[in-house]
C-alpha cells in the first residue's frame, strides 16, 4: 500500500516535471536565453583551455596598444596592448563564478532562516524576520560596499558581500512558501509518525516550496553578476589584472573620449548574460507556476 | 394577432465563435430571437449553453479576439446595431440596452462610490452636469431601496443583495427600452432572491421596459417571462409563450429541465436529472446535439440536425422524433 | 489613520537602532582605521594613540556605539573624523541633489513606463506588446554605469548636446536622469502591464462598457485606477532605491550627492560619516514608504476601511 502511493508520488512528480519542461520548451526566449547561459557556462568552463592566461589574457603587449577592434583584435586592445575579446571572454569565469557563489551563499543562509523561521514561527520567527528588515532597509548596494571595503578588495569578499545582501530576498520568499505548506496534511502526517523536525523541514516541505526559491534563484544570480561588476566599477571587487567585467568598463572609462570600444564590449558581454539569465529566469516562472501566466 | 405590436429586438441568425490556439468554440449557432415591447421574454438554460453570450452579442460586448460574432440582421429599436460604428454604440449601451450581470460581487468597480457609478452612465447619456447627475444618482438609489446618504460609499460597504440593487439602479438610470439581466440573482441567498426579482418586474412595469430574463431557474421564468426560449448548445431548441412552453412542453431536453425540479407537492417524489453533460461546445456532435442524451433519441437523431419547426400558435421547437406524427412526451416519464 | 502612521513611525525605531548597530560594528572590523588614513607624514605611535584618545577611538567598540547613539538621541550624529564637520549637515548638504536627481528620474520612468505599459497590456500578445517586452528586458538586464557611459559616449562625447558630469547647468541633469530612468523603466513597465492585464479581465469592466462608457476611459480610468497599487508600490520602492543608493550613476556622472559622500568617507574609514549617512538614508527611505503605504488609502477605498478601523494588520514578510 505504502509502496504503491510512493510510487504514485514518483509518478506524480515526474509528469509535473515532464508538464513543466514541456510549457518551458515552448517558450521561445526561454529557449533563446537557456542556449546563450549554456554557451557562457561552457566557455567558462573550458576558458584556460582556449586562453593561455599569462599571455593572452593579462600579458602586456605595448606594441599593439589601443588599437580599435579589427579583424585582428575583434574588440580592440586596452592601454596595455591586451586584446579585449580574448579579456572578455575570460572574465565570463569571474562573472559566473561570483554570480553562483553568491547566489549559493544567499540561497543557503536565507532559506534556511527562512525555513525556520516560516516552520517554527513564534520569536524565532519575530527575530528572523525582524533581522531581515534590518538587513534590507540599507540599499543592496550601500550594504555591498561597506562589506567589501571593509573586509578588503577580493573575489571571496565580493561573493561574499553580494551573497549577504541577497540573503533577506530568500528568507521571505522561503518563509512565505513553507507557511503555505506547513499546514497542509502531509506535513501533519510526518509530524504525527514522529519525524524529527529537521526531516520534515528538508524532506517534505523545502521540496514542495522549490518552484520559487528556482526562481528567484535564477533570477538573483543576474542581478548578482550586475552588482559584482559595479562593486568593481566602483574598483572593490575583483584586484587587476584580472579582467572582470566591471573591472574592464571601470579600466575603459578613462579612455572613453577617443576609444569608446573600450567601454562597449565589456558591458555588452554583461548585458548579454544578464538577459539570457533574465529570459531563463521569466521562462521558469511562467512554467512552474502557471497561475502567474497571463 | 390582430394588433401588431411594436418589436424592439429582432436577431436573425446569430453565430458568435470564439477561436482560440488550438480549438474553436462555437457558443452561439444560429439564432434568432424577437421581442416586443413590454414583453418579457425567458432564456433558460444550464450553464454553458450561451445564453450569456447571446446576451452580450446583442451590445456587441463579445472580447474580440478571440470573439468572432456574425449576424444577418441585428436590431433594437428599429436600430441596426449590427453595422454601427464603436462610437453610436456607446451612445446605445447603457441608454437604449442595458444589461444587469451575474455577479454583483465582481461587477461593480471597487475605487468608485456607488453614487459615481451610477451618475456616469446618466452624464454621458442624459446630457446632466455633475450635480444633476448625482442627484438623478440619487434618487435612483433611493428607488431601488438604499436610502439616498448612502451614494457616497464604496461598493464594499454593501451586502450582495444590496450591490445587485445597485447594479439594477445602473442599469435602469438612463430608463433603457431593453433590459437585459443576465442571472440577475444566482448569486444571491434565496430570501434576497424574491426581493430583487419584485423590485425588477415592479420596477419594468413602471417603465414599460422589455426585458431578456436569463436565468437556468424554471420558476423564476414563471413568475417573470411572457415568452421562453430554452437553449441548448448554443442553439434555441424550443420557444414559445409560457404556457405553450410550460404545459405543453415539446423538447425533451424542456422536459428534462422540468423533470429535474424538485417536486414541493410531493416531497418524497425522487428528482430525475437529465444523465450525461453537454457537449464540448469545440466538438459539437453532427446531428441533434442532444441526442447523445435523450431517452427518445433515434438513429436519424445522430445524422441529421433538426431546425426549429412551428406547432401552431407561437410555439415552436427542434426536434426529429416528431417526424414521427403519433409521438408525444409525457410531463414525468423517466428521462436518465 | 493617525494611530497607523504614528504606529508605523514607531515602528522605525527598532530599524534604525538594528541599522546603526550593523553598520558600526562593520566598520569596526574593518583593518586600519581613520587615523591610519590621515595622519600625517612620518607621525610616531604615540602620536597617533594620542589622536586616537582624542576621537574616543582607544575605547571599546560597544562603549563607542552607547555613546554614539547617546548622542543620537539629541540630534546629535557625530562629528566627521577626516573633516572635522558635523555628520548631520554634511549629509544635508549632499542630499538635495541626491533628491533632485531621483525625482528627475522617477519621473522619467513614470512617464514613459507608465503609458507603454498600459499600451501594452491593451494589445497583449501583438507585435507590439511583444517588442514592448523585449525592450523593457533588455532595460532590465543593462548595467545602470555601462548605461550612462553610452550615453555619455552618444549625447555628450559625439553630439555635445549635454555635459559628462557634475551639476552645475540645469541641463547636467539630463543624462544622469535618463540613466537611472531607463534602469528603472524596465521593472515599472513590466509591472503596468501585467497589473493592467490583471484588472482588464475583471467583470467590473464590462459592466462600465455596458454602461456606454468608451473604451479609452475605462481603461484609463475605470482599469488604471484599480492597477494603480502595484505600479505605486513599484515607483515607491524605485525611488527609495534612488534616494538611497544611486552610488554608480553618482560616480560615472560625477555627480555630487550622498552616493558618492558614502563612498568616499569609506574609503577614509570615517565611521561617524558612514553611519550618519547610512542611518539617515535608512530612515529617508522607511519615510518614503511609509507615505507610499498611505497612499494606497488614497487609491483603494477598501484599503482606507482597513487602517482607520486598525483591524488592518501589517503584513510582515
Redesign the interface.
Known sequence: MAKTAEAAVTRKARSQAAEVWRQFRRNK?AMIGSAIVLVIVFIAIFADVFLDYDTQVVGQNVAERLQWPSARHWFGTDELGRDIFFRVLYGTRFSCSVGLVAVSIGLVIGVTLGAVAGYFGGAIEEVI???????S??????MA???V????QSIWNLMLAVGITSVPQFV?IT??AVLTVRNQEYVEASKAIGLTNRKIIFKHILPNCLSPIIVQATLRV?SAI?SA??LS??GLGVPAPAPEW?SL?SG??KY??DY?YM??F??LA???T??AL??MG?GLRDSLDPKLK? | MAEQKEKVLEIKNLNVKFVLEEETVEAVNDISLHMEKGETLGLVGETGAGKTTTALSILRLIDSPPGVMECEKLEVCGKDIKNMSISELEHIRGSVVSMIFQDPMTSLNPVFTVGQQIAESLERHENLNKNEAWKKAEDMLELVGIPRERAIEYPHQFSGGMKQRVIIAIALACSPQVLIADEPTTALDVTIQAQILHLMKELKEKKNTSMIMITHDLGIVAETCDRVAVMYAGRIIEEGNLDEVFNHTLHPYTEGLFNSLPNIKNRRAKLQPIHGLMPDPTNLPKGCAFAPRCNYATEACQERRPQLTDFGGTHKAACLAYENKDFHIERGKKNG | MHRYIIKRLFLMI??II??SF??FF??D???GDAVDLMAPEGATAEDLDAIRHELGLDQPVVIRYVKYMGGMLHGDMGVSYVSKTDVFDTYMEKLPATIKLSFASILVSVLLSVPLGIYSATKQGTLQDNISM?LA??G???????LG??L??AFS?KLHMFPSGGDQTLSSIVLPALTIGTGLMATLTRTTRSSM?DVLKQEYLRTARAKGIPEKIVVMSHALRNALIPIITIIGTQL??VL??S??TE??FAWPGV?RL??DS??MRDTPL?TGS?IM??IL??IVLLLVDLLYAVVDPRIKAQYITKRGKKK??
Open positions: 526566449g524576520m525582524r533581522s531581515t528588515d534590518i538587513l532597509a540599507v540599499p543592496n548596494m550601500l560596499i561597506v562589506i571595503s571593509v573586509l578588503g521571505r518563509r512565505a543576474a550586475i561588476s559595479s566599477f566602483l566591471g568598463l575603459g572609462r572613453i573620449r569608446s567601454t562597449l565589456p558591458g554583461i548585458m548579454i544578464v538577459l533574465n529570459m521569466d497571463k | 527598532p530599524v538594528g541599522v550593523l553598520v562593520i566598520m572590523m574593518a583593518p523585449v528586458m533588455i532590465l538586464s543593462m548595467p545602470n554605469f555601462w557611459l553610452l555619455i559616449i562625447l492585464l527609495a532605491g538611497g543608493g552610488v554608480l560616480t560615472v552616493g558614502i563612498v569609506l574609503n558612514v547610512i538614508t535608512t527611505l522607511s510582515h514578510g
